[in-house]
Each structure stands twice: as C-alpha cells, then as structure tokens.
C-alpha cells in the first residue's frame, strides 16, 4: 500500500502495533548462510546444550531484520529511513518464539535542509510473553508538507 504521510503529521507518542511471526529454524539456516554467521551458538544444538540459554539463539541481526520487516507495512512516498540508533538485544531469542514489535513516534525535529524533518521512532519488539528481545530508534527524513 502506498500512502504519503508528511512531517507535520506524525504526532508524539503515537503508537502503532505490528502482525506477529514466528522464527523458525528456515530463518536461521538462511540468515546464516547469508551474513556468514555460522557460529554455534545459532547453528549447534548438541554444543548449546552445553550453554546457559540449552538451545539454539537466533542472530540479533535476524531479529532486527525480521523486526523492522514487520513494522514495514506501508510505503510512505515522502518518507525514508535516514538511519537506526541505539540498537540492543535484550533477551535471546529461539526457534518457535513469535515477534510482535510495536513502534512509538518519540521525536521530531527540523532537519537542516530545508524543506525536510526528522522523525524518531522507539522500535519495541517482543516475543510471546510479551517480553522485550530488542529496542533501537528508527529515524525517518520525512518531507515537510508545504515547502
């Protein structure tokens, strides 16, 4: 779906809510063939036994494509991402977890060209529990309406 949202209309603290999906052991073997990140902490099941968490960890960087795919359900026209911060992993995560991620507009300010601005948003996602696996803030170069 496309749509155009402009700067001016985002307001703070708005808060939208994603579908959920489910990590399965497909995402890992291809993510990891993907990213090279074979290490056996996401690829060993006999080798993480022998760990603290007793099982396969999906890769953080799965978990943030998979996060920032979910809350992707609209192309703004006159909206892209500038750029992520602050980007942490919380809690591991495993095979058969289901994400939710739910995104609140925390920021917005002028950008210094003109005719644009800044809109930060706080990327929360959870697993079933509801527990938080990973944060981080989407910054979004939004058009100003009437420039």
């Given amino acids: 779906m496309f749509a155009k949202r402009y700067f001016e209309e985002f307001e703070s603290r708005e808060t939208r809510h994603t579908r959920g999906r489910t990590i399965t052991e497909a995402d890992i073997v291809i993510h990891a063939g993907q990213s090279g990140d074979f290490f056996p902490h996401h690829m060993d099941e006999a080798w993480c036994r022998t760990q603290p968490f007793q099982k396969r960890i999906a890769h953080g960087t799965l978990i943030f494509t998979v996060a920032i795919g979910l809350t992707a359900d609209m192309v703004n ?12 992993f919380i809690k591991p995560v495993f095979i058969g977890d289901t994400l939710t991620v739910t995104v609140t ?13 800044l809109v930060t948003e706080l990327v929360e996602c959870f697993n079933q529990e509801r527990e938080l696996v990973m944060v981080c803030e989407h910054i979004l170069l939004v058009n100003k309406k009437n420039v």
């Fill in 105 to 117: 507009v925390t920021d917005k300010k002028d950008h210094k060209k003109p005719g644009y601005g």
């Fill in 77 to 88: 026209e006159v909206s892209m991402t500038y750029g992520y911060d602050r980007l942490r």
